[in-house]
Nanobody
Framework: QVQLVESGGGLVQPGGSLRLSCAAS????????MGWYRQAPGKQRELVAV???????NYAAFVKGRFTISRVNAGNTVYLQMNSLKPEDTAVYYC???????????????WGQGTQVTVSS
């Protein structure tokens, strides 16, 4: 079965740092685009950052320069290093794996359970 297990969330002071981890199993990890999304109370889920199998990254404007996404294919793990955290970063953060099959042309998406990040003094 496919599993994405997230960890590293918690309570942090404004201006502080936190690193989230997402461990994947049941997929050929190196073939997937990995992403981090977040959802704050009362708001829509939004993209935070993505990283391709080749290591190319893209970030949402509100985190660019503060957050860094990375992956270790041998360990089937994707990370989100979060620095200079703000109270508005408070949200549940979700890990996503996605790919398009070169055989069928169909997309496949998998989501983690989410991990809570709270930025407060």
């Amino acid at each position: 079965q496919v599993q994405l297990v997230e960890s590293g969330g918690g309570l942090v002071q404004p201006g502080g740092s936190l690193r989230l981890s997402c461990a994947a199993s049941g997929i050929m990890f190196s073939n997937y685009v990995m992403g981090w999304y977040r959802q704050a109370p009362g708001k829509q889920r939004e993209l935070v950052a993505v990283i391709t199998s080749g290591g190319s990254t893209n970030y949402a404007a509100f985190v660019k320069g503060r957050f860094t996404i990375s992956r270790v294919n041998a360990g089937n793990t994707v990370y989100l290093q979060m620095n200079s955290l703000k109270p508005e970063d408070t949200a549940v953060y979700y890990c996503k794996a996605a790919r398009v099959s070169p055989i069928s042309g169909r997309s496949a998406e998998y989501w983690g359970q989410g991990t809570q990040v709270t930025v407060s003094s």
